[in-house]
């Protein structure tokens, strides 16, 4: 059974800091996707990664993905305020009779104070 | 516009009583699929459908049927409702091509009370 951890769950940052995000995964598994969600709202697509060594950036937020490691970073640089939110991992089954099957992480509540 | 919707968007209901939510999406996507959120659980997937008529189990499917008739619509029928399905369930919808699943589309939510 695939397994999804996002650490930490909870982070407070200072604006113009940077931190990462980690999402570690127990299986095999080559698809992972990142989605930002804000307080009463809906999910948004932020990257989709679909290989090893893929490396996505989308002004502050550049998302990795380590096949081999499983695990995929979400590196946010000199944050602002905008970008408190939650954010959450998602692995894609590898295959077999379930693929299509799609697992997320606890998801991560970040906060960027002034 | 591209969109996913879903109805209704917020529903308190009795334990027992058989009710639908309905998704739809207009962007001709294969892959669509139905989560629940929880707090502190993040999101768990219930059912997906990877095109019509292909239907299979996500994590947490007990309590919840769902049928895939026609490409745009992925229902989510509640046979008898019980409190633990009380929660906010969100649909979603991506593009396959080449089998390989794509950023999702999300829709607004709908929020479930089951007394």
């Known amino acids: 059974e695939l397994k999804v951890e996002q650490n930490p769950l909870f982070l407070s940052m200072q604006e113009g800091k940077n931190y990462t995000i980690y999402c570690n995964y127990s299986t095999t598994s080559d698809r992972l996707y990142w989605y930002r969600q804000d307080p009463g709202k809906s999910l948004e697509s932020l990257f989709v990664?679909?290989?090893?060594?893929a490396v996505k950036q989308e002004g502050r937020l550049m998302a990795s993905l380590d096949t081999k490691a499983r695990l995929s970073t979400l590196h946010i640089t000199a944050a602002v305020h905008d970008l408190s939110a939650t954010y959450f991992c998602?692995?894609?089954?590898?295959?077999?009779?379930?693929?299509?099957?799609?697992?997320f992480g606890q998801g991560t509540i970040l906060t960027v104070h002034p | 516009e591209a969109q996913v919707t879903q109805n209704p968007r917020y529903l308190i209901t009795v334990t027992g009583k058989k009710l639908t939510v309905t998704c739809s999406q207009n962007?001709?996507?294969?892959?669509m699929s139905w989560y629940r959120q929880d707090p502190g659980l993040g999101l768990r997937q219930i059912y997906y459908?990877?095109?019509?008529?292909?239907?299979d189990k996500g994590d947490v499917p007990e309590g919840y049927k769902v049928s895939r008739k026609e490409k745009r619509n992925f229902p989510l029928i509640l046979e008898s409702p019980s409190p633990n399905q009380t929660s906010l369930y969100f649909c979603?919808?991506?593009?396959?091509?080449?089998?390989?699943?794509?950023?999702?589309?999300f829709g607004p939510g709908t929020r479930l009370t089951v007394t």
């Open positions: 459908s990877m095109n019509v008529e292909v239907t």
């Open positions: 979603a919808s991506s593009g396959t091509g080449l089998v390989h699943v794509y950023e999702q589309y």
């Open positions: 998602a692995v894609l089954n590898a295959g077999g009779t379930s693929y299509g099957k799609l697992t």
């Open positions: 990664l679909l290989s090893n060594g």
């Open positions: 962007m001709n996507h294969e892959y």
